[in-house]
C-alpha cells in the first residue's frame, strides 16, 4: 500500500519507497560488475575467481566493504556468522542495495555495520547468535534506510540493539529510515535484572559536542518480548547533550509484552511519537510496566495520538535532572 505518514511526522526524503533494480541482462548465466550475488547454500559457490558472484555461480562470503554507487548486492543461504560492514558512496539517484527477496530470505547470525551515503538494506532475517544485528554509524553518514527485514532470536551480551544509530566521535549521523521491520526474542525479557537490548537506539552515548544526530524515522516497526525499551532514544548524561540528538520520528509501531517500556525518549530535542500502539506493560524487577514514557529531561518531546492500554502506567515520567528545568514534553 503507498505510504502515509502518521500524524505530525514528515515524510522522508529517501527510504521508503524506492524500488530495487531487476537482474542486469547477464544474469543468472554469467557476472556483471556492478552486481554482487551470494549463497553460501548453492553447490556452485565460491570465492575463487569470483569477484561479483551470479546465481548459476555465487559467491560463498560477503563482496568485501567499500561499494560505488549503484551496487547490488543479493544475498540468499545461509547462515552467516561473521560480521559485515559495508560502506557505500551512493546518491539518491544511484543508491547501493543489500538485499535478499520477500521470497527468499538470507540468515544471519553476525551483525552488519551501515555507513555512508544512499544505501538500503532490505528483506534480511538475523535470526539467532548474539549481541546487535544492525549498526549505522560512521564519521559522515546519511541516507540509510533499513526495512522489511528481521532480528530476533539473539541473546543478551551487553547493553546493545537491534538497530544502534550512532556517529563516530566527531561524526555525523542524519536521515535515517527504519521501516516496517520486527524485533523479537531480544534478550530475556522476564529477567527481573537490568538487562538493555532495545530494538532500535539512536543515541550518542559517549560522544561530545561535535558529534550529531538527527532526522532519524522508525516508522511501523513491531517490537516483542525485549528485555530493553522498543526504541530507546539516548543522547547520554554530558552536558546539553539533548541539542545534539534531535528530530527523531517514532510513528505507527507496535509495542508489547516487552521488559522495559515499548517507546521511551531519554535526553534528545524535537521527539515525535505518533500513532503507536503500545500494550501488555507489566512489572519485572524495577521496570513497572510502562507503555510510553521519558526522563532526563527531553526537549521538546511530542507524545500524540497514541493508542496504549492493558499497561501499569500509560504514560510515565520518570528521573529528572536539574539542567532539566523548563524543558517541554507535550
Known amino acids: 500500500y503507498a505510504y502515509n505518514p502518521p500524524l505530525g511526522i514528515p515524510t522522508p526524503a529517501f527510504g521508503i519507497d524506492e524500488t530495487a533494480p531487476v537482474w542486469p541482462s547477464g544474469w543468472p548465466g554469467s557476472s556483471v560488475a556492478g552486481y554482487y550475488y551470494v549463497d553460501n547454500t548453492h553447490p556452485s559457490a565460491t570465492d575463487s575467481g569470483n569477484t561479483y558472484g551470479y546465481p548459476n555461480k555465487p559467491r560463498q562470503t560477503f563482496p568485501g566493504s567499500s561499494f560505488a554507487a549503484g551496487s547490488y548486492i543479493e544475498i540468499h543461504g545461509g547462515p552467516y556468522a561473521s560480521n559485515i560492514t559495508m560502506s557505500c558512496s551512493g546518491t ?12 527468499l530470505i538470507p540468515i544471519l547470525t553476525g551483525g552488519i555495520s551501515l555507513s555512508g551515503s544512499y544505501l538500503i538494506l532490505e528483506y534480511v532475517d538475523f535470526n539467532g547468535g548474539t549481541g546487535g544485528c544492525m549498526s549505522v554509524g560512521g564519521s559522515a553518514t546519511s541516507y540509510i534506510s533499513i526495512r522489511h527485514s528481521k532480528c530476533r532470536n539473539r541473546a543478551y551480551a551487553g547493553n546493545t540493539s537491534g538497530v544502534g544509530i550512532n556517529p563516530s566521535p566527531g561524526g555525523s549521523v542524519h536521515d535515517v529510515v527504519v521501516y516496517k521491520n520486527t524485533f523479537e526474542e531480544l534478550g530475556d525479557w522476564q529477567t527481573t535484572i537490568d538487562q538493555d537490548f532495545h530494538g532500535i ?34 543522547a547520554g548524561n554530558w552536558t546539553d547533550s539533548y541539542k545534539y540528538l534531535h528530530h527523531i520520528y517514532i510513528g505507527r509501531n507496535t509495542g508489547y509484552e516487552n521488559r522495559q517500556a515499548a517507546f521511551w525518549s531519554k535526553q534528545a530535542s524535537h521527539v515525535i511519537m505518533s500513532q503507536n500502539v503500545a500494550y501488555s ?49 507535550y
Open 92 to 103: 539518491k539517484s544511484a543508491p547501493c542495495w543489500v538485499r535478499g527477496t520477500s521470497a
Open 201 to 234: 537506539n539512536p543515541d550518542l552515548w559517549g560522544r561530545d559536542s561535535t558529534a550529531s544526530e538527527y532526522n532519524v524515522w522508525i516508522l511501523e516497526n513491531t517490537f516483542r518480548h525485549l528485555s530493553g525499551n522498543g526504541v530507546q532514544v539516548n
Open 281 to 329: 506493560g507489566r512489572q519485572h524487577g524495577d521496570q513497572p510496566g510502562d507503555g510510553v514514557g521519558f526522563q532526563y529531561g527531553p526537549d521538546n518531546l511530542w507524545i500524540i495520538f497514541n493508542d496504549i492500554y492493558d499497561s501499569n502506567f500509560g504514560i510515565r515520567q520518570s528521573d529528572t535532572q536539574t539542567e532539566a528545568n523548563g524543558r517541554t514534553a
